[in-house]
């Protein structure tokens, strides 16, 4: 799987820069970010999704596996929440002028950031292992549901400036050709690499949780 | 700025955070092997 993500991952950046033509109501070839942006902005909603379905099925089965793959995944969506507002920052900046413009979706991703970094502040502050997995799947849970709420509900409920790229309000998809092609092969290149990345960061993780039960 | 500078810092900020990440996973794999 590593050597097809590789292959992969550098065909859609040859495309992002050499297949994809210029788009029309962007200034320059900025238009490009987004190809990078919203797949990384998608795949921190689909690791926050993840690290929910985990923490219940600790919840449920109370298996630490299930908590570690859910820290893996708040870590990894906390990584590519702080990307996508970067580079959202800098496309920001060449189309509306401003890093910061206050924009709903600019917004419901920094409180996103602050309730999974809360996560991890918990996780840290707590050193009994059953009493930490507790609570934290419990607050991964209940975070979760604010995800929808954040990244779907409010940002079309108040005036954005972010346009609804993928599907406009009729229904119909907006970006067609080589552009779409292009999306979609940069959405399954990063989604392709997180779960690498997430792979290895779990068994990383529970290799350390399990010296750590025979320290003890 | 030119906006392919612009263009550049984005991407090139998101493949180093990448790396970053890695980097961060690797010393977590080091600290086991030294461990072991």
Sequence with gaps: MIYFAFFWVAFSIVLSFLYAPPAEGFKGESYRIVFY??????????????????SFMYLKKKDYLYDIKSKSLISLGLLFSILATISGAIFAKIEWGAYWNWDPRQISITLLLFI????????????????????SSVYALFSFFLVPFLVFVIPRVYFSLHPDLIISSKGKI??????????????????????????????????????????? | MN???????????????????????NKKFKRIEKGK
């Design chain 1, 116 to 135: 999974y970094s809360a996560y991890l502040i918990l996780r840290s502050s707590i050193e009994n292992p059953r009493r930490r997995a507790n609570l």
């Design chain 1, 174 to 216: 907006q970006m067609f050709g080589p552009i779409l092609h292009t999306f979609l092969a940069n959405l399954i290149s990063f989604t392709l690499i997180f779960l690498l990345i997430y792979k290895i960061d779990w068994k990383i993780d529970y290799e350390i949780y399990k010296k750590e039960m025979s320290d003890e």
């Design chain 1, 37 to 54: 942006h919203v797949p990384v902005a998608w795949v921190s909603v689909l690791a926050f999704f993840l690290s929910a379905y985990n």
């Design chain 2, 3 to 25: 906006d392919l500078v612009y263009l550049t810092i984005a991407n090139l900020i998101i493949w180093v955070g990448i790396f970053l990440y890695l980097l961060y996973i």
